[in-house]
């Protein structure tokens, strides 16, 4: 009998017949003399336990494959899915032209909605920075001895503290909500951040002040409000979006192994959107509050009233976000559920929390310090992107010239988005690849120019201007975008959102640095600065951050439990295969345990377990929580050779009596 304690895994659904009677990794498994069955119960075994868009169909796992034979499976398994799609796109057209349309809104704008907003507010206080340096120049300006009266009416370290309180918000939400969210739930989470953000979008908004001082003060705690709002966002989008691709149920889905980051990355990209919104809501801001001209000089009026408009505008879209998370996504928790009801934690999972930092301290790392390395260049460079687009406009008092070319930068940056969800569960490059690239490219991008500021700027700025362009591409289509998703799914579900709390919140830490720092420096400095940062993450993310793509997470959630009931010795499945082990853990030997001959012997047990589990229930009329992983052709076969005895709920075995009689006790 299966071990009681060892059931409620995920396990592969079937995707079709095997047309072979050759599985390399379950040879002599599924053979009658060892399990009693015939050949339909082997092949239906093999095809549950050994999905094909995983396997190939000797039973071999992507992984294990030679290069060639794995560029050739992935391939088509790539081709099959295309097809897919793009047949159901088809038919959806067909139907409804405007539909793939709606599809594409409700499956990835909504849930990157924050994220939107996000990306709208943060990026917004360095577009807004030159045009606030042009109309309130005794406040925002710098002094000089042509200008002495320059940022006399403002104190210095509060203008500073605009940048650093909005980012001091985000990282005690990424850690506050990340906590709650994994003790109260996903959708308490999302709730609470869509209140929050609107509250310190109202306050920015309608942020005044006796004098300029006081309002900069009021603008700067504003910010902070709204950080906290947002910094949420972060693990629970993550999360949430995560958990709905894999589904609660039993039985992993074909969406899990091929989509998860696709889907994860849809969301996150919307960031780049945010981006763009702002900066148009901006310039059109600004045309009409300014007569129609967008050069200088530029009155405070004209100011006040396009920054004003353009924080109410996404307050208006949050409120309907607060209706919706609160009214339309209240499954947004069940995955989370599922896992703490598995086990048995109605609160805190703190064992969970223990369990982490002893087996996966090292994932930790990887996530939070490549997170910080990314942060340090990608939004410091945002922040302070006027003091770089300056260098390529040196004459131009324009604000419209710098943000001109922001457009450029966020369509360059919002191609590597896009990019990066395409690719970032491809076999063949994924997740780890795709990072380490994006690390190593923006180190060569900003290493050029560093050691040769004067002309890079000054001689020859179009060459300049690729450099940094590339960097906003690479930055997206690397770290920017794989940090969002691998700092999530690395992690059990019991602490994930904390997990990937702390690792946002690490990040931020490096765009905090960013701030301070490059406040005391000049924009030859900061070039010199941020190069190195690259080089780190790159050196992080390839000692100690694993590879999941295409990595099944149910399967995870199996080593996860056996590693809670100390016993990770006794699991073999592919989450402890090489392919999705870092080189720190590969070097600790954990990938010694991978054997798939007894994995597949595991999960069969397991299944058993899983069904006993469910006639019990049935024939005490208690309602079955999910047996929907069980065919007549499975539960034949487990009724054929279980006899005429069951496990009950409480894992006892009960004898069943003929019809009429009460069943008898008869614990095995």
Known sequence: ????????????????????????????????????????????????????????????????????????????????????????????????????????????????????????VLFSIGNLKPLFQAAFPTCWGK?????????????????????????????????????????LGRRWGLIQDAAIMF??????????????NGWVICYAWSLFVYGVGVGGE??????????????????????????????VTSAFLMQGWGQLLNQVILIIGLLIFHHGSG???????????????????????????LYYRTYKMRQASK?????????????????????????FGFRLVATAGAWFANDVFFYGNKLFQSDFIKALEPNSKSVMTGWLWNLVNVGVQLVGYYLASFLIDNKLYGRKWMMIVGFIGDFICFTIPAFNFTYYSKSAPHKFQVMYFLSSFFAQFGPNSVTFIVAAEVFPTAIRATAHGFSAASGKCGALVAAVVYNYLTTAQIFLFVPWWGLAGGLLTFLFLPDTTGLDLKEQERRWHYLRIGRPQDYHGVAVHPKHLSFYERLRGIGKEYNPQLDYEMKLQELRGEWEEAQARKAHDIEPEDDSAFSDDVSSYFARTAGNSIRNEKGAIYEEKSSGEENGRGVV
């Open 199 to 212: 509250l310190g979008l109202i306050m920015l908004t309608a942020a005044w002040g006796v004098n300029l």
């Open 143 to 183: 002094k000089s001895s042509k200008s002495p009266l320059n940022g006399t009416a403002c104190n210095e370290q509060w203008r500073y503290a605009v940048d650093y309180l909005e980012i001091i918000g985000i990282i005690v939400g990424q850690i506050m909500v990340g906590i709650l969210g994994d003790w």
């Open 234 to 263: 972060y693990p629970m989008t993550a999360t949430s979006g995560m958990e709905n691709a894999v589904g609660s149920g039993k039985v992993s889905t074909r969406e899990d192994r091929l989509h998860r980051g696709r889907k």
């Open 335 to 359: 995955q989370l559920q599922a896992a703490k009801k598995k086990s048995k934690v109605t609160g805190y999972d703190i064992q969970s929390l223990k369990l982490t930092f002893n087996h």
């Open 295 to 321: 050069n200088p000089p530029y009155s405070e009026v004209a100011a006040q009233w396009t920054f004003r408009v353009s924080f109410a505008i996404p307050a208006a879209g949050t409120l309907w976000l």
């Open 1 to 120: 009998m299966a071990d009681n304690s060892l059931r409620n895994y995920g396990v592969a659904a079937p995707h079709g017949p095997n047309m072979t009677d050759d599985h390399t990794a379950t040879q002599n498994i599924g053979d009658v003399g060892k399990h009693n069955m015939n050949m339909s119960e082997k092949e239906i075994f093999n095809h549950l336990i050994l999905p094909d868009d995983s396997y190939n169909s000797e039973g071999q796992y992507w992984a294990d494959m030679n290069i060639f034979k794995r560029a050739k499976f992935a391939n088509s398994v790539d081709s099959k899915e295309t097809r897919k799609e793009l047949t159901s796109i088809g038919r959806m057209v067909r139907a409804d032209p405007l539909s793939p349309v709606g599809f594409y809104f409700k499956n990835m704008v909504l849930p990157g909605a924050g994220l939107l907003l996000e990306g709208y």
